[in-house]
């Protein structure tokens, strides 16, 4: 392992000047990458980006790719992978021959086939669980130094070839066999085919080792497929904004943050009083998550329905702008041959203008379909806008209906409670408790007052909790609806934009087209 050396040139972090023309380089040439430099090049349209042999010390601002695929950062001086989270449809990735330590950075990379850390600094292979579509892993010329880290590669189903040549672990004896018998599925181990044979004798040699581990790995994965089906359905309750209320979360949260709770249920009667409330407590708790799960539901269908409708209008559009634009290009070619074969100067200059008027004629054309698709898309758009601010309105309401029997229950706890309270207080006073209490509890009998705001203070906790989960609901219930429309609404600008430019775009071609034909002087 060789470690790349800052040298003369100054080391660099990825900036904008330096995308902008790493961008430019590797972009079209000719006329269409002369257009895209002057109408500006988005990062977000760039699939593949080369950053190598530029005295890379920090990456840094490449958020912007976010449609990326292809990444070379190797020959710099990186130190440490980060900045790479937006990175998400990476398929390869190159840091080979940087100062790289650690493995990190990368969870986000799910996509990711090919991956090379040859020739850095690296003594662990770690952190690349995210990685599940790895089929090609270069980390060769690095620290590696046992065995035992290499069986962490069998997490990756799919990794086919692998380089570990130059690193301390290839001069142990059992290198080659180890990784046969340990990663079977493997095809290429340090630029070899793996030998069947090979993989025959490694079997019987850790046969009785990988048998035991298959075991401690088929427990593992019963626990992750179990914990993936949990964690799914959360994040389905947890969209219908009732996660954890099928069962007892909240109110045991309402009793969690309650300090006076665990003294009150000493007194006399108290147990009893708990008997039934916490299960009617449920009850409605788990109405309301029932409800929410079929308005999400619903909502879900409103949605899928109008992106339906959406797709249909754009297909038809885009179908009446094709043929329209079919038509044209039928008839353009007879009428350029026509303009370049003309004899006269006369029969030229009137071919030239029924060209040109039919080149705006199929400016206007377009441009009054796309208007009229924008004012199509305008009422949807409202139609949808107004359905799913009903849903969520109609939701709320009932929502706040069903968890007010939560707040009439705590009220009827708390007079019971209040209730025992005075009644113990009283006895005290008299000395006619019988039951035993604990001397903390006692201490709350000091006088009314004190019993009284340990009580209310109670009280307002478990009022507080089911406030803060309803203003929850309806918080993120407004929130989605808001967010979902204002991304309508957005997409579709930019729709309505790219489409203006694309027409745009098409017409100064045909213009271009004709300004540079060769036309013979009659």
């Not at 976010?66 to 989270?85: A, F, G, H």
């Not at 990476?90 to 021959?97: A, I, T």
């Not at 990988?210 to 389905?236: C, F, H, N, R, W």
């Not at 206007?364 to 009422?379: G, K, R, S």
Request: proline content about 2%; charged content about 30%.
């Amino acid at each position: 392992m060789t470690s790349r050396l800052y040298d003369s040139i100054e080391p660099n972090v990825i900036d904008n000047e330096m995308l902008q023309k790493a961008v430019e380089e590797q972009g079209p040439k000719e006329e269409a990458g002369q257009l895209a430099k002057r109408e500006g090049i988005n990062f977000k349209d760039v699939k593949e980006l080369q950053l190598d042999f530029r005295n890379i010390l920090k990456i840094d601002n490449l958020w912007q790719f976010v449609n990326l695929t292809k990444l070379q950062l190797d020959n710099n001086i990186i130190e440490k992978i980060e900045s790479l989270e937006s990175l998400v449809h990476l398929v390869w990735l190159d840091l080979s021959f940087n100062n790289i330590e650690v493995i990190e950075g990368l969870n986000t990379l799910v996509n990711l086939r090919d991956l090379s850390l040859f020739n850095n600094r690296i003594s662990k292979i770690e952190n690349l669980d995210a990685l599940q579509q790895l089929q090609i892993f270069s980390i060769g010329n690095n620290n590696i130094g046992t065995l035992e880290n290499l069986v962490y590669l069998r997490k990756f189903k799919e990794l086919r070839t692998l380089n570990l040549a130059g690193n301390p672990v290839c001069e142990n004896e059992a290198y080659a066999m180890y990784i046969a018998a340990y990663l079977p599925d493997l095809v290429y181990l340090d630029f070899r085919m793996v030998e069947d044979s090979t993989r025959e004798i490694a079997f019987v040699k850790y046969q009785y080792a990988i048998e035991e581990m298959k075991q401690g790995e088929s427990v593992a994965l019963a626990k992750q497929e179990a914990d993936k089906a949990k964690q799914k359905e959360l994040d389905y309750h947890k969209a219908a904004y009732v996660e954890y209320l099928n069962g007892s979360f909240l109110f045991d949260s309402m009793y969690a943050e309650d300090p006076e709770a665990s003294k009150l249920v000493y007194l006399p009667g108290v147990p009893d009083l708990l008997e039934t409330y916490p299960s009617k407590f449920v009850a409605i708790c788990e109405s309301l998550f029932e409800y929410g799960l079929k308005q999400h539901e619903k909502r879900k269908a409103e949605v899928a329905l109008f992106y339906e409708c959406l797709d249909d209008a754009l297909e038809d559009n885009r179908k009446q702008g094709n043929q329209i634009m079919a038509d044209f290009e039928e008839k353009h070619h007879l009428a350029l041959d026509a303009i370049q074969n003309a004899s006269e100067t006369e029969i030229l200059e009137a071919r030239l203008g029924e060209y040109n008027d039919d080149i705006t004629k199929l400016s206007e054309t377009l441009m009054t379909i796309e208007m009229q698709l924008v004012d199509q898309l305008e009422e949807v758009i409202k139609d949808f806008e107004r359905s799913i601010f009903d849903l969520v309105s109609i939701f709320i309401e009932n929502e706040q209906g069903l968890i007010l029997p939560c707040r009439d229950l705590e009220n009827h706890h708390h007079e019971k409670l209040l209730e025992i309270a005075i009644n113990t207080l009283e006895k005290i006073v008299k000395s006619e408790l019988e039951e035993e209490i604990p001397d903390d509890v006692r201490m709350l009998f000091v006088d009314k007052d004190t019993i009284v705001n340990a009580v209310n203070a109670s009280h307002d906790i478990h009022l507080l909790k089911i406030d803060n989960r309803e203003d929850e609901i309806i918080t993120k219930a407004n929130s989605w609806a808001s967010v979902l429309i204002d991304k309508v609404h957005k997409s579709e600008i930019t729709r309505n934009r790219n489409r203006v430019k694309e027409i745009n775009q098409f017409i100064d071609h045909l213009h271009n087209e004709l300004e540079n034909m060769d036309i013979l002087e009659p």
